[in-house]
């Protein structure tokens, strides 16, 4: 069948290359607001208040950090569902991206108290830690960003390696590291507050596979296109 000269015409979209870095750049801008986060903020959520008056700087760094965070996890999100292709399911590509958006929006929530918090105490001090709202809001954060946030990122990476699974697509390490690492994070990150580190430093190794994947994937490409014909 001839196009209608009248109607638009164009061509296929394709992953750009440098969308497998998101990955890498989430790993590193999560890893650091976390750390930051957890150097900067007592682990128990029935603290006074103290962090308020010292340490207001790296919690406002760290929250600086989290929207660009996000941004690069939605990336993320979208080069491991192109690398999945047309072998992927739909009810668990579902649960995958609804989950990650769940991931992300509890952060943004935490983020966003916590950065009420910071400004708040900043105006009136003695107003804020009396009148229990810093207790309120601290409990928010710390329930937002743990019981909530950290378990949805458990169910991504559940139902992200129940795909690999079934598809095939990743190596079996891959997929004993990927439920490994959303077990302990859906089951003991209570006990420590560090291991909420897990999640980004997963998504760091599997942006580095899908990297070194994609460039072999090149390169096996490119040989095939130069080979000589024969004779």
Not at 117 to 146: I, K
Request: hydrophobic share 55%.
């Amino acid at each position: 069948m001839t196009p209608d000269p009248g109607y638009p015409t164009g061509r296929r979209l394709t992953t750009p290359r440098a969308a497998a870095v998101a990955g890498i750049l989430f790993a590193l801008l999560m890893g650091t607001a976390y750390v930051l986060i957890r150097l900067s903020i007592p682990a128990d959520p029935a603290d006074s208040g103290e962090w308020l008056e010292e340490n207001t700087d790296y919690v406002n760094l760290a929250l600086s950090l989290l929207p660009f965070a996000g941004i690069a996890f939605l990336w993320f999100i979208g080069v491991v569902r192109d690398r999945i292709g047309h072998l992927e399911d739909r009810f668990f590509a579902t649960v995958m991206f609804g989950s990650g958006l769940l991931f992300l929006s509890m952060i943004f929530i935490a983020a966003a108290m916590a950065a009420g918090l910071v400004a708040t105490y900043a105006r009136s001090p003695e107003q804020m830690l009396g009148s229990g709202v810093y207790s309120f809001g601290r409990e928010v954060v710390y329930r937002a960003s743990t019981v909530y946030a950290i378990r949805m990122a458990a169910v991504f990476m559940l139902s992200l390696g129940t795909i690999w699974l079934r598809t095939g697509t990743v190596p079996r390490w891959l997929n004993i590291l990927t439920f490994g690492s959303a077990l302990i994070l859906l089951f003991t990150v209570n006990y420590s507050l560090w291991l909420v580190l897990l999640f980004p430093t997963w998504v760091l190794v599997v942006s580095i596979y899908i990297l070194v994947a994609n460039r072999r994937r090149e390169s096996e490409t490119m040989g095939v296109e130069v080979a000589p014909e024969p004779e």
